[in-house]
């Protein structure tokens, strides 16, 4: 049973190949916080703390060749931390100070929900599909009530959570809830981006870097399809039971 305790020693490889962004975040956070104590807002507030969490996604990263019950929660800080990151950047861009923490809890809450069962790999296709119920009614009850006052931005946050929600169900049917996952952080990045580019006033070139850098790292997303076996090969991750042929197979 020595051979199989659950803890990382001292003997586990690190992905070495992450050490660079680790340091480049590093000194990245370390430059936000600086700027933070000098001029305090809540738009940079929520900034420092998205990259704190995309730095524990790095962190989580290093440790890549962790297995067991370890492995699984460096897994799930890695996943849901990255996923915080992108709610915290988009909320600092969207809605007004009275609103951000409301809209930052009816995102994140189903988001993590949702993220965490597939990587745990629930096989529960009514537990997902009623994640994402509530991933789409929050939102919802959230902004009807500024329909009529922000028409083009009530309506905008309905179609795309509807939309995420249909293809994240599909996945869910398919028995790959794990895609559901990338499909959601991409379109947080992608409402991110658009939502940085309508706050912004003028045309800039950091503007334009930011748009492009939350579009880049949406249209990129790969969130766990895959898993990583003991060997150190590549499997594609289906959760049994959620799928359609799951369920035609048992029959």
Known sequence: MRNHVILCSAKTPMNFVILPNLIALAVLVSVFWAISRKATSERLTLWLAGWVLVLIHFAAEFMEFCHGATGQIRE???????????IAFLVSVSGNVSTRRTLAFVVAVPTVAYASAALF???SRSLYLGILAAG?????TFYW????????????????SGGVALIA??????????????????????????C??????????????TVIGFS?????AKLRPWHRTETGSLE???VPGCGRHDTDSAR
């Open 76 to 86: 799930i800080v890695s996943l849901d931390t990255l996923l915080l990151a992108g």
């Open 169 to 194: 169900g599909w996945a869910v049917l398919r028995g790959n809830p794990a895609l559901g996952t990338t499909v959601i952080f991409a379109a947080l990045n992608f409402a991110a981006a658009v």
């Open 236 to 238: 594609y991750r289906r």
């Open 136 to 140: 789409v009614i929050l939102p919802w």
């Open 121 to 123: 790999g629930v096989n």
């Open 145 to 160: 009530r500024d329909l009529a006052a922000r028409k083009l931005l009530a309506a905008s946050v309905i179609v795309v």
């Open 196 to 209: 940085f580019a309508r706050s912004s006033s003028r045309v800039s070139i950091g503007v334009v870097t």
């Open 216 to 220: 880049l790292w949406g249209l990129l």
